[in-house]
């Protein structure tokens, strides 16, 4: 079976923590504008989406390709539950929260959920860039 290849995670990270360095670092910038600092808010989020997308299904890969498993759900959910017991993840709950903060965004007209979302975000980068690591045995590079 080929390797996995990483280049779209490791890219969709390293686009999700540049956008949300520049928001946390838009707090100092003068003369941003407030609307300024929500497109760059939403643009994490948006970020966040397709990072949390493309990882669960790298997830699914590495457990089907390096842990060898053959009954690896196709749902995010079930991978999460299949990693936790195949113990490349520590908490399932936690990745199942961050699933459904990111099904919450997809029909959030409120923009409450995507606050929410948004509050999570630096605790799913750290946890990605850990399991990033573990399914790649790379160091990550900011």
Request: overall charge negative; aromatic content about 12%.
């Amino acid at each position: 079976m080929d390797p996995i290849n990483y280049d779209k995670l490791k890219l969709s990270l390293k686009r999700l923590q540049e956008r949300y360095s520049d928001y946390l670092a838009s707090e100092q910038r003068t003369g941003l504008l407030e609307s300024d600092r929500e497109s760059i808010k939403e643009s994490c989020i948006q970020r966040f989406e397709v990072c949390f997308d493309t990882l669960w299904k790298h997830l699914k890969k590495y457990l089907e390709t390096a842990e060898g498993l053959t009954d690896v759900p196709g749902s995010p959910n079930g991978v999460f539950k299949s990693a936790f017991v195949a113990k490349v993840i520590d908490s399932a709950e936690l990745w199942i929260d961050f699933n459904q903060k990111r099904g919450a965004t997809s029909h959030d007209y409120s923009g409450i959920k995507a606050d929410e979302t948004f509050a999570i975000i630096g605790e799913f980068i750290s946890h990605a860039v850990r399991l990033y690591e573990y399914m790649t045995g790379e160091i990550w590079q900011k």
